[in-house]
């Protein structure tokens, strides 16, 4: 799986958009890049994933730029409840034991009132 | 719907005793899987399941730990004659399986185990 740089903190006040960055510039063709956040205490949650196209559920934003080197997750309207750690993972599912998810520090967001 | 459910949310025992940790993945999931996160660190892999298929068991760190998934639906991780390093809190994910390329892995909120 391609490495992913994230910043390991950001600070974000509540309902204005958290754009958490992502670079993974060693991204094979075929590798899809996912975000995941873990709430303190809970397990990690699943929020958002794409290929090369921009993608949009009820959570979340991905923006994947052309080159697909790098990409930014939106939170539209951040509140505090979204202060958590932020994943960037870029993998395939190509067989063999890509299914072993691995987490780097990730990005802690704190959502300021 | 609901998601992966893991019980019991918080276990503490004594040094020795024998431990099971139950995973009921999401409905339809053919695939489940076991990592544990010790405090501060990162997710560690433990075992696979998929389908009816031999399980990946590469990431169990001793013959304590065993793991069975039943009628292919619910899971059981035990660990047996437990030791203070197995402090940690076990997290369940489930997907679909691999034939649905790139599905992601919804976890449980896992049981958090602390070894006296």
């Known amino acids: 799986d391609a490495k992913t740089t994230q910043p390991p903190s950001m600070d974000c006040a509540e309902g204005r958009a958290a754009n958490l960055p992502c670079n993974h510039s060693t991204i094979s063709g075929n590798e899809y890049v996912y975000w995941y956040r873990q709430i303190h205490s809970q397990g990690p949650q699943y929020i958002i994933h794409g290929l090369k196209n921009n993608e949009t559920n009820e959570m979340a934003s991905l923006i994947i730029t052309e080159d697909r080197k790098s990409s930014t997750l939106i939170l539209p309207h951040a509140t505090l409840r979204d202060t958590a750690v932020y994943y960037c993972?870029?993998?395939?599912?190509?067989?063999?034991?890509?299914?072993?998810?691995?987490f780097g520090k990730g990005t802690l967001l704190t959502v300021n009132p | 719907g609901a998601g992966v459910s893991q019980s019991p949310s918080n276990k503490v025992t004594e040094k020795g005793k024998d431990v099971e940790l139950r995973c009921d993945p999401i409905s339809g999931h053919t695939a489940l899987y076991w990592y544990r996160q010790s405090l501060g660190q990162g997710l560690e892999f433990l075992i696979y399941f998929q389908g009816n298929s031999a399980p990946d068991k590469s990431g169990l760190p001793s013959d304590r730990f065993s793991a069975e998934r039943t009628g292919g639906s619910v899971s059981t991780l035990t660990i047996q004659r437990t030791q203070q390093e197995d402090s940690a809190v076990y997290l369940c994910a489930s997907s679909f399986g691999t034939g649905y390329s790139n599905q992601p892995q919804h976890f449980g909120d896992g049981t958090r185990l602390s070894i006296l």
């Open positions: 993972i870029v993998r395939v599912d190509s067989g063999g034991s890509n299914y072993k998810l691995t």
